[in-house]
């Protein structure tokens, strides 16, 4: 990465400013690794933290500071929560498909168009180590040289090459048109079944140990519309049966929508997003659903209203 954000003697302030402007890159690359809105925000506030703990001055480039501090944040969260292990180290591959893995390297050669291949990440995800993630998300999803994922990632380039080429092959073989569709539909009969108060509906869509999180501003801004349909929020309610509650004959003023191009929920009135569900989907059934209204969260998602 050339180096463009050197910071010699900066203030607090124009810390946190340089700050401020790289958090939606950072929030977006951290999602993509993760899967996750949710723990997106605790890796890119974790990386604030460490920032503000830093000599400003030892840093020579702030925005490759950051990333590697964020990429490697995902990685350790990835591995604590159980990921898929990488299988190999920095070896390179043998002979037999070394040509092509090490040849086939641009965003072009996924055959997805640009905004199918975070939907097409997602579907994915589970199968993937926490550095194959990583490599293809900075490269093919943010345009990083493997000779800047390379130290991010603690490998060589061609190993960088190979975990990236790993990962594109995955995402190369998903759906993302019939993935898009299914998951839209799930989300519309979850809102639909929601707002019948149907109970027993909801618990054929959510998995058993589906997970339901909610920040504080979603909280306390839906607390006093209980009586008005309002989703009965909680910051973790883990379980089909409790979450069906919340949502049962609620939810009223949801409606599908696109979230980062992932399909989930808004609640946006006058056609303005105020809070959204992050929803995920894992074979057919609602795994986990992220609510959120926090807003400087909102104003680095993409948004779509269906």
Do not use: M
């Given at each position: 990465m050339?180096?463009?954000?050197?910071?010699?003697?900066?203030?607090?302030?124009?810390?946190?400013?340089?700050?401020?402007?790289?958090?939606?890159r950072l929030r977006a690359?951290?999602?993509?690794?993760?899967?996750?809105?949710w723990d997106a925000e605790d890796v890119?506030?974790?990386?604030?933290?460490?920032?503000?703990?830093?000599?400003?001055?030892?840093?020579?480039?702030?925005?490759?500071?950051?990333?590697?501090?964020?990429?490697?944040?995902?990685?350790?969260?990835?591995?604590?929560?159980?990921?898929?292990p990488d299988t190999w180290g920095d070896e390179l591959p043998d002979e037999t498909g070394a040509a092509e893995d090490l040849t086939v390297e641009g965003p072009e050669q996924t055959a997805l168009r640009a905004e199918d291949v975070g939907l097409a990440l997602d579907a994915v995800l589970d199968s993937l180590g926490p550095l194959e993630r990583l490599s293809f998300v900075l490269h093919d999803v943010f345009g990083l040289s493997f000779d800047d994922v390379a130290p991010v990632v603690d490998r060589s380039s061609a190993a960088a090459r190979q975990l990236a080429s790993r990962a594109?092959?995955?995402?190369?073989?998903?759906?993302?048109?019939?993935?898009?569709?299914?998951?839209?539909?799930?989300?519309d009969v979850f809102l639909r079944a929601a707002r019948e108060g149907d109970f027993g509906g909801l618990l054929q869509l959510l998995d058993p140990d589906v997970e339901l999180r909610a920040d504080d501003a979603v909280i306390a801004s839906a607390a006093?519309?209980?009586?008005?349909g309002a989703p009965l929020l909680a910051s973790s309610?883990?379980?089909?049966?409790?979450?069906?509650?919340v949502f049962a004959g609620r939810a009223a003023g949801a409606s599908v929508a696109l979230v980062d191009g992932i399909p989930g929920a808004a609640y946006a009135p006058g056609g303005v997003a105020r809070g959204v569900y992050s929803v995920?989907?894992?074979?057919?059934?609602?795994?986990?659903?992220?609510?959120?209204?926090?807003?400087?969260?909102?104003?680095?998602?993409?948004?779509?209203?269906?």
């Open positions: 050339t180096p463009t954000n050197t910071l010699p003697g900066v203030s607090p302030d124009e810390l946190a400013d340089a700050f401020v402007a790289q958090r939606p690359i951290a999602t993509r690794t993760l899967g996750s809105v890119v506030q974790e990386a604030w933290l460490r920032l503000q703990r830093t000599d400003a001055s030892t840093i020579d480039n702030l925005e490759a500071w950051l990333t590697t501090v964020v990429s490697r944040a995902c990685v350790d969260h990835l591995r604590r929560r159980g990921a898929r594109r092959r995955k995402v190369r073989g998903a759906d993302p048109e019939g993935d898009r569709s299914r998951r839209t539909e799930a989300v006093p519309h209980a009586d008005e309610i883990t379980g089909a049966d409790a979450v069906a509650r995920r989907i894992e074979g057919g059934r609602i795994t986990r659903i992220e609510v959120i209204a926090a807003p400087a969260v909102l104003a680095d998602l993409d948004v779509v209203l269906a």
